[in-house]
């Protein structure tokens, strides 16, 4: 390593010691400058659990809170990281006793073979929502970790994680994803190493029948850049154009799409095709889209109008699942915050 590195890591290790102790005398500034390289892989963690931005907002707020009132009790045996693991984890895990777990349409019932009509929004469910990749950390978690960070905010990673109790889910994110040991683990969550070791094997085991054996991130290295932006291109654009022909060409004969909150969905060609025609491409005048990525695979921020010609309202964050170079699942959450919080306008005028 050039010394001009270690001189760097030096200053950096002495800065943080002397905001710690700055931050434990009552300085806010200091502890914000502590957590503030490690907010976005909190947040992660904090989504991953939990299952919702807004969700994760709420206890990564919460949790540095508690971290700030209880600095003291910081005694430096484990890394300031690895604490702020424990009190977010611990946040989390008190917001899933309070709320329960988060559904996808999937989770409420059979698929409809045919498009339904002006279906109303079921408001009292508490619904996953989508993560905008821009808050994403860098990089891997540690090199004990099983899982990418992409891997691990994928939809059907994070909805496979709803079905876990707070506990498995903790065991395994904190294991799996972050690369804790189960002895440090046990610690975090004052528990024992058999019951971390427990929790995991029936997380691992539960975890196994929901997520695909191949993940996203595999099929996207695969395709490459270029052929997975043509491949969301053309389906955005056949969406835009009204063009059926083009639209059906792009799917799988088992695609499934699914548009939170409404609780219908549908699977197999023929039942997306017949919403699609009866709804998107017929009920849905004009369209617009911008290209976006949600949960570490494609999306896009799709925008509806009365004509082509008049303002363009928000519709969703539409996340595809591909397989191969055809798109297998459409997740289109519903609803102008989603678009919001992935930093885009919500009326393209």
Request: hydrophobic share 45%; charged share 20%; net charge neutral.
């Amino acid at each position: 390593m050039a010394e001009s590195s270690l001189v760097g890591e030096e200053i950096s290790a002495g800065s943080a010691t002397g905001d710690l102790a700055r931050a434990r005398a009552g300085d806010d500034a200091a502890f914000t400058r502590l957590v503030a390289p490690l907010r976005r892989e909190l947040h992660a963690h904090c989504y991953r659990m939990l299952g919702a931005t807004h969700d994760a907002d709420d206890a990564l707020q919460e949790a540095l809170l508690r971290a700030w009132r209880g600095l003291d009790r910081f005694e430096g045996r484990s890394s300031l990281r690895a604490w702020l693991y424990t009190v977010a984890t611990r946040t989390c895990l008190d917001a899933v006793d309070r709320r329960g777990r988060r559904a996808m349409p999937i989770d409420l019932g059979p698929a409809s073979d045919h498009a339904v009509i002006d279906a109303t929004p079921l408001t009292e469910v508490a619904w996953l929502g989508p993560y905008p990749d821009a808050g994403l950390p860098a990089g891997p978690a540690g090199p004990a970790a099983r899982y990418e960070q992409r891997e691990a905010v994928e939809l059907a990673f994070v909805a496979a994680m709803q079905h876990l109790s707070g506990n498995q889910r903790a065991a395994l994110l904190l294991f799996d994803v972050l690369g804790f040991s189960a002895a440090e683990i046990a610690t975090m969550m004052d528990t024992s190493t058999t019951s971390v070791n427990s929790a995991l094997a029936r997380a691992r085991r539960l975890l196994a029948e929901r997520v695909p054996a191949r993940s996203q991130q595999q099929t996207l290295r695969k395709l490459g850049d270029a052929r997975v932006r043509q491949t969301v291109t053309a389906f955005a654009t056949a969406l835009e154009r009204g063009d059926a022909d083009a639209l059906v060409a792009l799917l799988t004969e088992d695609v499934a799409w699914s548009m939170p909150p409404l609780a219908q969905w549908y699977r197999g060609r023929a039942a997306v095709m017949d919403f699609a025609v009866e709804v998107p491409l017929t009920r849905c005048p004009s369209w617009r889209y911008h290209l976006t990525s949600a949960n570490g695979q494609p999306a896009v921020a799709f925008y509806v109008g009365a004509s082509r010609s008049d303002p363009h309202l928000a519709w969703s964050i539409t996340v595809l699942t591909l397989r191969d170079e055809l798109v297998e699942g459409l997740t289109s959450f519903l609803g102008a915050e989603h678009v919001r919080r992935f930093g885009l306008q919500t009326k393209w005028a």
